[in-house]
């Protein structure tokens, strides 16, 4: 397996600087965040210069892209705003050519939504997630859609519903183990059924709070049994990237450190994965 980095943990520097700065550390992939939030992120603000330098830093570096990770929910309200993300996706794709991605990249979003309405929702989703699924077979990528704790898909169950509803090889889950986790699944339980439909993967800690609720924070600051999920994962023949993410809560504070946090997680799982006896590549 390999380790990965999301750019969503900086959003402040604008790719040029993150890749060498990554790669450095060791890591192996970036995955390349998408949002009005992270400097110079947006496809229309990466102009044709831009793109042959990324593509060119990433070959030299031999840094893989795990995903482009697209800030906009797949749920919809409206008509028309799921046209415009699909519209925005396409962009996403064509961005993806540019930097000469290999064939049928990933592409995540958040699924959104509030776990509470999974009942009258959930058939909206698949409809709206299946659309992108069509998208993905014509633009050549592939869709995983982010289960995440208090969203609609926040379960292993739903996650494993949706799919099968939506039925595309093409479509599957982005999966943050620390979502199930803090929803009181078993780390080997949820990496075993999820794996398989899996096309995109995070990884992040959780500490629980005295009220019982949980805090998210930098990989191996929390209670998140980080071994054991790398060593799950392997199990289930997983063999791609394992990409550290760093939640808002930590990356807006006012001492954040960039660079310091995007090395602690990299000694993390680089200790998780040999505590766990994995092969790395």
Request: overall charge negative.
């Amino acid at each position: 397996m390999k380790i990965a980095y999301g750019t969503y943990a900086m959003p402040h520097l604008p790719l040029e600087q993150a890749i060498p700065m990554l790669h450095a550390m060791g890591y192996e992939g970036v995955e390349i965040c998408l949002s009005p939030s992270h400097a110079g992120s947006m496809p229309q603000q990466l102009d044709a210069y831009r793109r042959t330098t990324i593509a060119r830093l990433l070959l030299d570096h031999g840094m893989g892209v795990p995903a482009l990770f697209i800030l906009r929910s797949i749920l919809h309200d409206d008509d028309e705003g799921h046209r415009d993300n699909l519209e925005f996706t396409c962009a996403v794709a064509q961005l993806a050519r540019d930097l000469g991605l290999s064939e049928n990249p990933v592409i995540a979003l958040p699924i959104g939504g509030k776990t509470e309405r999974w009942e009258q929702d959930r058939d909206r989703i698949a409809a709206q997630l299946a659309d992108y699924g069509e998208l993905g077979a014509r633009e050549g990528f592939v869709v995983a859609g982010e289960l995440h704790r208090g969203a609609a898909v926040d379960s292993s169950a739903r996650c494993l519903w949706l799919v099968e509803q939506v039925g595309r090889d093409n479509v599957g889950i982005h999966f943050d183990v620390v979502h199930t986790f803090t929803g009181g699944e078993r780390v080997e339980d949820s990496v075993r059924d999820l794996a398989p439909v899996t096309k995109h993967t995070h990884v992040t800690d959780a500490r629980r709070r005295e009220d019982g609720e949980f805090a998210l924070e930098v990989l191996g600051k929390g209670e998140l049994d980080v071994v054991a999920y790398a060593r799950a994962m392997h199990e289930t023949g997983w063999d791609d990237f394992i990409t550290v993410e760093v939640s808002m809560r930590i990356w807006g504070q006012d001492d954040y450190d960039v660079e310091e946090v995007a090395r602690i997680s990299y000694a993390t799982l680089e200790r998780a994965f040999v505590a766990a006896g994995l092969p790395r590549g």
